[in-house]
C-alpha cells in the first residue's frame, strides 16, 4: 500500500516561507494526481491544492493562490509545496495524499478525492 510521509514544516514569522515535502515509500506516486491539504485547530481539514499526475497542471484554494506552489520530482518520489507569504491563518496540520481522479477541461484540472490512509502530517505555525 502507498504511504506518504510529510515534513518539513516548522514555525515561521508572517511573512515567511516553508517548503513541505511529501515523499512515497515507492515509486508508483507516479500515477497519481496528488493533493495537499490542511487542518486548522478546531477546523475541518480543507484542500489547498493538487497536481496532475503529469505534473503539467495545479490547482489551488483561492485563500492559497498566488502564494503557494506544488510541484514533484517524481525521480525522488516526492511532491512538494512551497509557501510563500505566510500568514497566521496558514497555521495548521498539512497532509498530502494520492486523489482518486484527475481531469482537465478547459486547461483547468478538477482534481477527486484523496484515498488512503492519512499520514503523520507536518505542523506549519505562523506567527503574527
Known amino acids: 500500500q502507498l504511504q506518504l510521509v510529510e515534513s518539513g514544516g516548522g514555525l515561521v514569522q508572517s511573512g515567511g516561507s516553508l517548503r513541505l515535502s511529501c515523499t512515497a515509500s515507492?515509486?508508483?506516486?507516479?500515477?497519481?494526481?496528488v493533493g495537499w491539504f490542511r487542518q486548522a485547530p478546531g477546523k475541518e481539514r480543507e484542500g489547498v491544492s493538487c497536481i496532475s499526475s503529469s505534473g503539467g497542471n495545479t490547482n489551488y484554494a483561492d485563500s492559497v493562490k498566488g502564494r503557494f506552489t506544488t510541484s514533484r520530482d517524481d525521480a525522488k518520489n516526492t511532491v512538494y509545496l512551497q509557501m510563500n507569504s505566510l500568514k497566521p491563518e496558514d497555521t495548521g496540520v498539512y497532509y498530502c495524499?494520492?486523489?482518486?481522479?484527475?481531469?482537465?477541461?478547459?486547461?483547468?484540472?478538477?482534481?477527486?478525492?484523496?484515498?488512503?490512509?492519512w499520514g503523520q502530517g507536518t505542523q506549519v505555525f505562523v506567527s503574527s
Open positions: 495524499a494520492p486523489l482518486m481522479s484527475e481531469s482537465v477541461t478547459g486547461g483547468v484540472l478538477r482534481c477527486g478525492s484523496a484515498f488512503g490512509s
Open positions: 515507492d515509486n508508483t506516486l507516479r500515477n497519481y494526481a
